[in-house]
Each structure stands twice: as structure tokens, then as C-alpha cells.
């Protein structure tokens, strides 16, 4: 079934490269007017002028997602002209910080790399959702998504564990926050993705992304495509009765 978020208008985080940039392409593809919003501004920039050739309206907002700010900010770009309230969010800026391309034990973590981290990872989601729910809930109507990691549910080799920590109170904060909104008719879902080829991935190596390829049933990695897909169909009414879960896309790694 074809995914249309015609007339629709979205916010997505760290929208600046990677699985971010591709989900605002895939939204604006389906139809959707997107807010990109990342720290990097290359990066933004990049992502404005390929949405624009999709012909779509497209705002970029250089924002920190880890500071409390933002909330006014995404406010400022719902009264942006010819944009207006935001009905879709995707939560996915997200760090994973590494050391020579190796994550740091958990005695070896700093306290401020620890905060850092969640301030990102987990306290950013809380704060786009406290920006967009008060609108959504007002208009009856909305639905986000919150781009987890299958690090949240199962031992990592490649993330520490303020990364780990984070992404399993992501699932957590999408089920409780799913419950809360969904008698306003807006849902909330989660991806955990598998390990997919971006900046992110890179960071380890190739010989460590080859170990995982091996260990994940379908043969390969993913790529942000296959994030983006699952993320348009979640937003869409193609997934009307779908709240509070936490889908992995991950080709079978952790069967
Ligand atoms: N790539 C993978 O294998 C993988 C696997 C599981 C989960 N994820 C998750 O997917 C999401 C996207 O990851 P990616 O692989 O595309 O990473 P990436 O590093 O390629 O992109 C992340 C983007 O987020 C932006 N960003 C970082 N901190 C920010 C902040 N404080 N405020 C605003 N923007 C910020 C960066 O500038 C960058 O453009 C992350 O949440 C990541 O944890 C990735």
C-alpha cells in the first residue's frame, strides 16, 4: 500500500545526514511539508536542497535537541508562514560517543560524556514531544516516532553504556507517552534499528560492520532507506491502530 502523508507537516532531528536526511526525504516523497532540524549546518543544507527538488516546502532549524530550548524553537517554526503546525515527529538525532572507534567500559565513562548522552539520546525526545503534543493534542491529531536501537534490548559490542541506557528508556518513554496521547488520536512508535551504513556505523570500522553483517541473518547491513520506509509507513493511517510499539528493523540480528 502506497505511504501518503499528502498535506501533512513533519518534524525530523538530526535531519543533517544519514538516517535522519533520509526520512525527511521519504516524508517529503509522501507528501509531507518537513522542519529539518540538526546542529550541523552543512549538513541541514544539504538536506534543504534535496527536499526542495522533491518540490516540497522545507524549514531548517539549527538546534541543539539536548537543551530545554528547543522547545520554544520548534513553537517559533509552527508560526513560521506558510508552514504551521507540526502533525508528524520523528525524535532521531542521536551520538554515540567513541574512543579510536571503540566505546569506552562503563568504569571508564565520564560523568559528563554520561550526561551528554542521555541529554541527547533521551532527555531531546522528551523535549520535541513536550513542544509538539500540546498542539496535537489540542487538534486531535498526530503521530510520532522515536528512532531507538536494537542496543536497547540486547547486549551492544559497539555502544557503551550511556548509549544502551538511553535507547532502552526510549522504548519505555514511547509506550508510556503512546498510552497518555492515544485517546487524542495521536500515536507513537518506536524503530530500533540493526546496524545501518552511516557516519554512525563507520565510526567502528570496516572489520567490525563485516562481524555484524555475518551475524545478521539476511546477509547484510542496513541502509537508511529501509529506517526511512518503516518510519513513513508508522507515521501514515496505513498504520491507523498501531501505538506504543517498538519495531526492529534489523534483518534478523538477535533472532
Ligand atoms: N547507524 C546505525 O547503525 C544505527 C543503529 C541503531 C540506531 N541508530 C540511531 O539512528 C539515529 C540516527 O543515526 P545515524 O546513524 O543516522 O547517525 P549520524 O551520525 O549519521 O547522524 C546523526 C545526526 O544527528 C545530528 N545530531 C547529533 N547530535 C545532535 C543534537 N544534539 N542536536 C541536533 N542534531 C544532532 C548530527 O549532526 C547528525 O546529522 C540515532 O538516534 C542513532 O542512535 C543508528
Known amino acids: 500500500m502506497e505511504c501518503s ?3 501533512r507537516r513533519a518534524l525530523v532531528t538530526g535531519a543533517g545526514s544519514g538516517i535522519g536526511r533520509a526520512i525527511a526525504m521519504e ?16 549538513g541541514l543544507q544539504e538536506t534543504v536542497v534535496a527536499i526542495e527538488k522533491l518540490g516540497r516546502l522545507v524549514v531548517p532549524l539549527r538546534h541543539d535537541t539536548g537543551c530545554d530550548s528547543v522547545i520554544g524553537a520548534v513553537r517559533k517554526v509552527e508560526l513560521t508562514p506558510g508552514f504551521g503546525n507540526i502533525d508528524l ?22 560523568p559528563d560524556e554520561w550526561r551528554k548522552v542521555v541529554d541527547v539520546n533521551l532527555n531531546g525526545y522528551f523535549y520535541l514531544m513536550s513542544a509538539v503534543l500540546p498542539g496535537m493534542i ?4 498526530g503521530a ?50 540493526g546496524r545501518i551504513e552511516t557516519g554512525m556505523a563507520a565510526e567502528v ?8 553483517r555475518q551475524a545478521t541473518p539476511i546477509g547484510r547491513l542496513g541502509i ?32
Open 5 to 7: 502523508l499528502a498535506g
Open 27 to 42: 516524508l517529503a516523497a509522501s507528501g509531507a511539508d518537513v522542519c529539518v532540524l540538526d546542529l550541523d549546518e552543512a
Open 89 to 110: 515527529l520523528v525524535n532521531n538525532a542521536g551520538i554515540s560517543p567513541k574512543v579510536g572507534g571503540r566505546k569506552r567500559m562503563c568504569w571508564e565513562t565520564p
Open 138 to 141: 489540542e487538534r486531535r491529531k
Open 144 to 193: 510520532i516516532v522515536n528512532i531507538s536501537s536494537m542496543a536497547a534490548h540486547r547486549f551492544s559490542i559497539v555502544a557503551g553504556v550511556h548509549y544502551c541506557a538511553s535507547k532502552s528508556a526510549v522504548v519505555g518513554l514511547t509506550r508510556q507517552v503512546a498510552g497518555e496521547v492515544a485517546p487524542y488520536g495521536i500515536r507513537v512508535n518506536c524503530i530500533s534499528p
Open 205 to 212: 570500522g570496516a572489520a567490525m560492520n563485516e562481524e555484524i
Open 224 to 255: 537508511p532507506d529501509d529506517i526511512a520506509q518503516t518510519a513513513c509507513f508508522l507515521l501514515s493511517e496505513n498504520a491507523g491502530f498501531i501505538t506504543g510499539q517498538t519495531l526492529a528493523v534489523a534483518g534478523g540480528r538477535g533472532l
